[in-house]
DNA sequence: CGGAATGTTGATATGCCTCAACTAAAGTGG
DNA sequence: CCACTTTAGTTGAGGCATATCAACATTCCG
């Protein structure tokens, strides 16, 4: 319990100003956790969730699924997101969460946070935050894999794994977990996944980064931001 | 003046329960109107922004501009919508903000929504939803853009507008004002010109829809709603 | 009416998807 | 611990779709 409470406040540090009675009130959450093992999902398209996901370690993403059965991935989420935060306003789930590798999540009432609300104004403008900075990541994205050839669509999603890593302290040894397969890195990517293994050698090639094995190696940041065409002040991080 | 209160009113009744109080709260708020040209930029990337926009008439576009100068739509807004509500939360501007054609907008003072929210947290959570709205829109274009073929992704696109357009009452004689050029469609969907045009001449010639001096002709619904495989649930209308 | 913007069409080349074979790595059970 | 199975990654070849270029038609607007 403790833990979910230090995860929330670390995170709304990040990019809100909250004063001494919020931490405060932070800690009077209650909720419970879940371990979710590789690819299973937390909640489906269609469900109406009663709680909100706090990502506590590990990976999870969010994907809408076609009728095809194909999958589109469109968010990956670390230690400290609120993956599906927006259900706290719109019940019915547009899309489904899932953990990426092993993973454990923190599970809070929405009725909790939302009592919680109405006392700390402040904390639910800085969830309101949280979600405002998830849709800019969905604006970069549909610019991303909208405009930019392979190997610069897969620079600008490193760049961008690697900023949001570091910001919660997962950056360790220019690197950050990334335990993503090339054929999940299509699927977000929108490209098959051979596109995206042709994408990813290049980009070895340039030396300026390298996946492997579910690990981001960052060897060049300017060179792979250039790459990429990446400009983090769509993270909206504070410092 | 009036308009404005209006036009907001009716928006947040579509896709939120407000009490009589809010309605009155929202008669209170000042702001002034501005007249658009087409193309005209109402906010550009990079900018901090003082007041919020509230779409009254005509359509108004979120873009990315690359490097290059090429650029990337983002979303289409239209009467009652506020296309960059974010902006009270997220103050640097990450991305732009024009007039499609000639369009009509209320600018009201960030103080004062802030304001009204404190007195009346209803609204706040109103205008919240409606960003949760938009971000359910960003994803779908994720997904849109990223897995379906030109076509698809077409019908996909004239079906959201459409729907939209229907729920502020801009639907005559099943047409909706659309007035986008086919380039602009092809900086929306990341297709090129030509591919735009020939995506939206393969629409036309199974009958369902057509796009033509500004006006989209919505001939059979269900067939483009079937090629485009649109569901509209992540609108997240009420009714 | 003239000029500019928008839409349409065809030809060419590039790049991506698909299919398919193969390699490497990881996990499983004897 | 090794043989086996499964999964992930890599490579090549062929075909289709889209981008690009270019010419032309049409519409809009002054």
Redesign the interface.
Known sequence: MEHIHNVIAQKFRAHSFLAEEDMVAIRTLRGHTRDMRPEEDIVRQ?DLPQFAIVVLSGMVA?Y?L??NG?R?Y?SFHIAGDMPDA?AL??H?M??AVCAIDRAEIGLIPHKELLTL??LR?QL??AV??E??????I??????N???RSGPARLAHFFCEQYCRAETVGLVRDKACPLPLSQAQIGQA??MSLVTANRALQKLRATGAADLRGGKLRMHDFRQLARLG?FDP??L?LKS
Chains 1, 2 share one sequence.
């Open positions: 269609g969010r809408h076609l009728r194909q589109q469109l927006q306003l719109l019915d547009d899309h609300f109405t104004p639910a403008l309101w935050r979600t405002l900075i998830d849709a800019a969905f604006r970069q994205a549909i610019t894999n909208g405009s990517l929108g065409q002040a769509y909206h």
